[in-house]
T-cell receptor, first 116, second 112 residues
Framework: DAGITQSPRHKVTETGTPVTLRCHQTENHRYMYWYRQDPGHGLRLIHYSYGVKDTDKGEVSDGYSVSRSKTEDFLLTLESATSSQTSVYFC???????????????FGPGTRLTVL | QKEVEQDPGPLSVPEGAIVSLNCTYSNSAFQYFMWYRQYSRKGPELLMYTYSSGNKEDGRFTAQVDKSSKYISLFIRDSQPSDSATYLCAMSAPQGTYNLFFGTGTRLTVIP
């Protein structure tokens, strides 16, 4: 396992409420990613981070914000959840081999979010 | 047009069959190619990783890249029921953000 945990693993919330998902890694890697996975769309990048306080937008960033105040934690916030944000959310870190970064990514177990 | 196209299946084969999974892509800058396996309600796990063109073999799995045709394949020999999962291809370019571009995944069922 790549040492990635996500919390919570399941969440049901109501439209309009704020939601924060947490990703925690023990690999001390600079690069971290948030994806959502939906049927017919595969994995789509929401935001990514290349260091503490360094983040950038991905393909589907509207309605989401992120923060990274420590290397090990990457938070994804839905400021005002909508039903279209019902999805499975995965966190990932960039892979390493022999101490060097590779172009692979390793994924966490996912958070299943339902917005009613 | 999506940058990475993958037949979603589903694909159903008998145990012991050879399985061929494929992706096509449009961006000629892609140099790194990956296959991920995802079991139901789990995160994707890296299965194979190749750079540029050619073949790579790991046990029953062979990854093949044909950059001239912008086509990658994953072959599974002697398929087992435990291979039943969704297989995702992914690729990236060597410069820039190191972000991955994923196919939508092919769902495979191996019938005992």
């Amino acid at each position: 396992d790549a040492g990635i945990t996500q919390s919570p693993r399941h969440k049901v919330t109501e439209t309009g409420t704020p939601v924060t998902l947490r990703c925690h890694q023990t690999e001390n890697h600079r690069y971290m990613y948030w994806y959502r996975q939906d049927p017919g769309h595969g994995l789509r990048l929401i935001h990514y981070s290349y260091g503490v306080k360094d983040t950038d937008k991905g393909e589907v960033s509207d309605g989401y914000s992120v923060s990274r105040s420590k290397t090990e934690d990457f938070l994804l916030t839905l400021e005002s959840a909508t039903s279209s944000q019902t999805s499975v959310y995965f966190c990932a870190i960039r892979g390493t081999s022999g101490g060097h970064s590779t172009d692979t990514q390793y994924f966490g177990p996912g958070t299943r979010l339902t917005v009613l | 047009q999506k940058e990475v196209e993958q037949d979603p299946g589903p694909l159903s084969v008998p145990e012991g069959a050879i399985v061929s999974l494929n992706c096509t892509y449009s961006n000629s800058a892609f140099q790194y190619f990956m296959w991920y396996r995802q079991y139901s309600r789990k995160g994707p796990e890296l299965l194979m990783y190749t750079y540029s063109s050619g073949n790579k073999e790991d046990g029953r799995f062979t990854a093949q890249v044909d950059k001239s045709s912008k086509y990658i394949s994953l072959f599974i020999r002697d398929s087992q029921p435990s291979d039943s999962a969704t297989y995702l291809c992914a690729m990236s370019a060597p410069q820039g953000t190191y972000n991955l571009f994923f196919g939508t995944g092919t769902r495979l069922t191996v019938i005992p």
